[in-house]
């Protein structure tokens, strides 16, 4: 019998690496990175296959076969010169995107490793990272394939970032001062429990469309935590409490004294006001023997397991340096289809400009133009496009460098709340730092005001 084919987006962080290394044997894993990935000599763990997650057709020919596929995809990187856009309207997209690929490829199931969320809170009180997590979730879903979201806290192991965070700041630091969000609780949960969990979720019907708390045996702080780490290096540090919580100075310290962005910090700091404790459920059932913290930090800090290596990257030749994307989250309190807020948009930007830009439409061809001067041409795409999602090529205009490069897109997600307003791979004709200061700035005022517009209607 051939093995069940198991996709992973996010393969080529923590957590897919471990999935690949513990269970190649088990299943096809086809691994999913950006950049093509040259296949080692002998026994591969995983088939490699190049994918740009913010195009639907190629997430399509990359989820082709799969019967189950992995999610561990937050907050890429970005993939272009400029990235306009907050990281939960970038995740919206892209979860779209995938749940429109599983469906279009008969995915039986997607699980989602996302956030524990706390208890009950409204989602509007979450900070930005764990509402994220939950509006992802929800996305998944919407495309109608079976998910199983499991939502942890911090997973310890060897390379996790957040256990890598706490390693470092016991290693470098004599004196820690703890504010508050040291002193929330938190539910860490052993890695191998986490994988555990992940491989008895595949493909059991009786875990589609639910979701489930992830947690170890015990329940901690991140001074404790702290604390135990120190114990088990033989460092002796002054760990001592404050009752101060101020976000904006923790994610400056955290992020210097651990080699860590700004961008994987301050998610974490941000989320950590709230205690995040799992909730007992029928997984965590499943499985009563689970490591302690202890335990966990003990083997990521001394097992002999190294976080597996990925295959070497294939050198790549990007034919554009200046490429722009732009993503914005739009309210649709009428929850109108895209089709219909791209066609109003080309209504209202002459009416918003007094005339100055004017549009014309021919078939599926449309010109914005200032007087007889083509600025920007669109080619609408039918034969893509429905009423959930428009999409249009960037075809042309004095505007654009490359006539063959970019796309726009109006989609409808989140139950209708919302519309996403994106344009990837843009090249604009302007010097690229004239651009950044002139019409870089101008479309984000103008899609502005065009969400205000639809919120008011």
């Given at each position: ?83 306009q856009g907050s990281f939960e309207d970038t995740d919206l997209l892209l979860a779209d995107n995938f749940g429109r690929a599983a469906r279009a490829n008969g995915v039986k199931q997607i699980i989602f490793v996302g956030g524990i969320l706390p208890q009950n809170e409204p989602v509007e009180a979450l900070s930005r990272h764990l509402r ?326």
């Amino acid at each position: 019998m051939p093995l069940p084919t198991v996709v992973i987006a996010g393969a080529t962080g923590f957590i897919g690496r471990w999935f690949i290394e513990r269970f190649f044997r088990e299943f096809h894993i086809v691994a999913l990175s950006r950049t093509a990935m040259q296949a080692p000599d002998g026994e591969a763990k995983a088939e490699w296959r190049q994918v740009e997650l913010y195009s639907l057709s190629s997430t399509e020919a990359a989820l082709r076969g799969a019967d189950y596929a992995l999610y561990l995809v937050h907050s890429m990187h970005p993939t272009t010169r400029l990235h306009q856009g907050s990281f939960e309207d970038t995740d919206l997209l892209l979860a779209d995107n995938f749940g429109r690929a599983a469906r279009a490829n008969g995915v039986k199931q997607i699980i989602f490793v996302g956030g524990i969320l706390p208890q009950n809170e409204p989602v509007e009180a979450l900070s930005r990272h764990l509402r994220s997590r939950w509006e992802v979730e929800k996305t998944l879903g919407a495309s109608g394939v079976p998910v199983t979201a499991l939502r942890a806290g911090i997973i310890v192991g060897a390379a996790g970032s957040s256990f890598t965070m706490i390693r470092k700041l016991v290693e470098r630091l004599p004196v820690l001062i703890c504010p508050a969000w040291c002193q929330s609780q938190t539910h860490p949960i052993d890695l191998d429990d986490a994988l555990r969990m992940i491989h008895y979720c595949l493909g059991r019907e009786s875990t589609f469309h639910r979701h489930f708390d992830l947690g170890g045996a015990n329940v901690t702080t991140y001074m404790e935590m702290i604390e135990v780490v120190a114990e088990l290096l033989g460092k002796r540090r002054v760990v001592r409490p404050v009752r101060f919580f101020s976000p904006g100075f923790s994610k400056f310290w955290v992020s210097l004294f651990t080699d860590s962005s700004q961008a994987l910090v301050s998610p974490l700091i941000e989320s950590l006001r709230h205690d995040l404790v799992a909730e007992p459920n029928e997984l965590l059932a499943a499985f009563p023997q689970r490591s302690d913290f202890r335990t966990a930090a003990r083997r990521a800090l001394f097992g002999r397991e190294t976080l597996p290596p990925l295959p070497a990257r294939m050198p790549t030749q990007r034919t554009e340096r200046n490429t722009v994307r732009s993503v914005q989250r739009l309210p649709n309190p009428r929850c109108h289809t895209a089709t219909y807020v791209a066609r109003i948009y080309q209504r209202w930007l002459p009416i918003f400009f007094r005339l100055l830009i004017n549009v014309r439409t021919e078939g599926d061809l449309s010109v914005f133009r200032v007087g007889r001067i083509p600025l920007l041409q669109l080619q609408f795409i039918p034969s893509r496009s429905d009423n959930e999602r428009q999409l249009f090529y960037i075809t042309g205009g004095r505007l654009v460098r490359r006539k063959d490069y970019g796309w726009l897109e109006f989609r409808r997600v989140l139950n209708q709340q919302y519309v996403i307003s994106a344009i990837h791979e843009f090249v604009p004709a302007l010097p690229w730092y004239l651009y950044i200061l002139t019409q870089a700035r101008a479309h984000s005022w103008v899609m502005d005001r065009f969400g205000r517009y639809l919120g008011s209607e």
